[in-house]
């Protein structure tokens, strides 16, 4: 088990440092070269402690000794800066303690560790300020529905047993995908907390999930509604509805729209999402405006409208409360940031080198989910621009451009199991040597270099939110062979409902 690496050093050792510089003797003049110097010297001790947090997730035990060194190097620049003219001592502060604060893998041990989210809105504001934006003036009595609606319990309930798995996958997929997703809503008044429910319900985070309707993206935009919002085909055959920044800014738009001809109402809201807007808003108008929760209302929604508001509110409850009902969050370094490959890859070979923490299940879901227009089997040249989180950039300069598990990751990308198909000659069963005459099979006539049989010409018509993917694993195909007979351009490999596909050289 790897060494744990301190996320903090004792307040006292802050502020000696602090002190200590203070009482530092200023030079007579400004010395430019010197506070260069010094900056450039944080900036490098910063980058190696990050990198042994970072380390220290992946299981390196030899990542304590370095973040021990580079906490004793920022300590001296802080001291060096107190003698220095000119030099910002209390932004060299601020780094040198916002790095102590860094949440490490193995607090999660500690049963006291604050486990409520923090830091959602990427400017520092906890994400329990944002509880204000559903317990607005029309909507007071929210905590009341949650604690005592027998509906949103159940929701509660089923998101804490059986879907608790999902519900954490989706938590992990947000934390990826906030930077990109949150400020539409943040714009637009509305509560983050109802993305999360929104997206947790609709795809668990998979920014490339389709439904049997057709719906498709991280928060299911039919077509037809995603048109009216700006999605659909940018020109170059990808579908903005898989991308999270669009879907978002849509979602946001709908929801405000929504929320004007619904008296503010979050449930009737959310049942529009679901079950259209045009059916909400004719429920509304002829209750006389009355609560989803009235039965008159509640039972003019289908049943997988009245599962699925309950289902958003509950998830979205457990976002902002998660200490009560003993959820603990999984830790999640998603810094955005972005970098060039240095070589030919694909995704799915990204997913082998980059390894995964000791807390997750990888990293090819988040590339897939930042990197939408790219087919997990695409191959990418060197030179192209993926967006990342910086732990991402970290491991893959240090396993994926060079060094065994990068080749390895290569050489498992290569691999063909029809390759391991030889043809040896006939084999008969014989009786066996043994006293109990079992069956064995013996080889006559000499081995031979395998001759696969030509794949009898075949077709495969395109169903509705079936992608070359799915068709290529159905019937055994390689997925660049199968587009290529078919005319099919990367990287996004689009096929459409109706489209009959040839399918040369599979094996089902």
């Not at 400004?30 to 190696?48: F, I, P």
């Not at 992946?58 to 802080?78: C, I, N, T, Y």
């Not at 009355?290 to 509950?314: C, G, L």
Request: proline share 7%; hydrophobic share 35%; charged share 25%.
């Amino acid at each position: 088990m790897p060494m744990p690496i301190p996320s903090h050093r004792p307040a006292h050792v802050v502020a000696c440092l602090l002190l200590a510089a203070s009482f530092a003797i200023p030079a007579l003049a400004r010395d430019n070269s010197r506070v260069e110097a010094l900056n450039q010297r944080m900036a490098q001790a910063e980058t190696q402690y990050t990198q042994a947090l970072d380390d220290a997730d992946a299981g390196d035990e030899g990542a304590k000794p370095r973040a021990d060194a580079a906490l004793k190097q920022m300590e001296s620049v802080v001291s060096d800066c107190g003698r220095t003219r000119g030099c910002d001592l209390q932004a060299i502060l601020a780094t040198y303690k916002r790095l102590l604060e860094r949440p490490v893998a193995d607090d999660m041990d500690d049963e006291d560790d604050d486990l409520d989210p923090v830091d959602v809105t990427g400017n520092g504001v906890p994400a329990n300020a944002n509880a204000d934006a559903l317990l607005d003036a029309d909507n007071r009595r929210f905590v009341q529905r949650v604690q005592f609606n027998p509906a949103v319990q159940a929701g509660i309930r089923r998101w804490l047993t059986d879907m608790r798995p999902a519900l954490l996958a989706s938590y992990e997929n947000f934390e990826y995908l906030k930077p990109q997703m949150a400020p539409a809503f943040q714009r637009a008044g509305l509560p983050e907390a109802l993305l999360f429910g929104i997206m947790a319900k609709e795809s668990n985070g998979k920014v490339h999930a389709v439904s049997r309707a057709g719906a498709a993206g991280p928060l299911q935009f039919m077509p037809s509604t995603g048109r009216t919002y700006g999605l659909g085909n940018d020109g170059s055959g990808f579908d903005t509805r898989y991308d999270p920044r669009s879907a978002a800014q849509a979602a946001a738009s709908y929801l405000q729209q929504r929320y004007l001809e619904l008296n503010n109402s979050i449930e009737l809201s959310l049942a529009a999402y679901n079950g259209g807007e045009g059916r909400a808003l004719r429920v509304f108008q002829s209750s006389g405006g009355r609560s989803f929760w009235d039965s008159d209302v509640y039972d003019q929604f289908p049943a997988e409208t009245r599962d699925y508001v309950p289902m958003v509110i509950a998830a979205a409850w457990l976002y902002l409360h998660p200490r009560e009902y003993g959820l603990r969050w999984p830790r999640v370094s998603s810094n955005p940031s972005s970098m060039r490959l240095q070589r030919p890859t694909s995704l799915n070979e990204l997913g082998i080198c980059l390894g995964n923490a000791r807390y997750n299940d990888g990293y090819l879901r988040a590339l897939r989910n930042l990197n939408p227009r790219y087919d997990v089997n695409a191959p990418l040249p060197a030179g192209t621009m993926l967006t990342v989180t910086t732990r991402i950039a970290g491991l893959y300069g240090r396993y994926c451009v060079q060094g065994e598990r990068a080749d390895l990751a290569r050489q498992l990308m290569a691999s063909d199991a029809r390759t391991a198909v030889v043809q040896v000659g006939d084999i008969a069963p014989v009786p066996g040597p043994d006293s109990n005459g079992v069956p064995t099979t013996i080889a006559t006539g000499k081995p031979t270099a395998a001759k696969p049989k030509p794949a009898k010409a075949k077709t495969h018509t395109v169903r509705r939110g079936e992608t070359l993917t799915q068709v290529a694993q159905q019937y055994q195909c390689d997925m660049r062979e199968l587009a290529k007979a078919n005319g099919i351009k990367p990287p996004r490999y689009m096929v459409r409902p109706g489209q009959k596909l040839k399918l040369e050289g599979c094996r089902n």
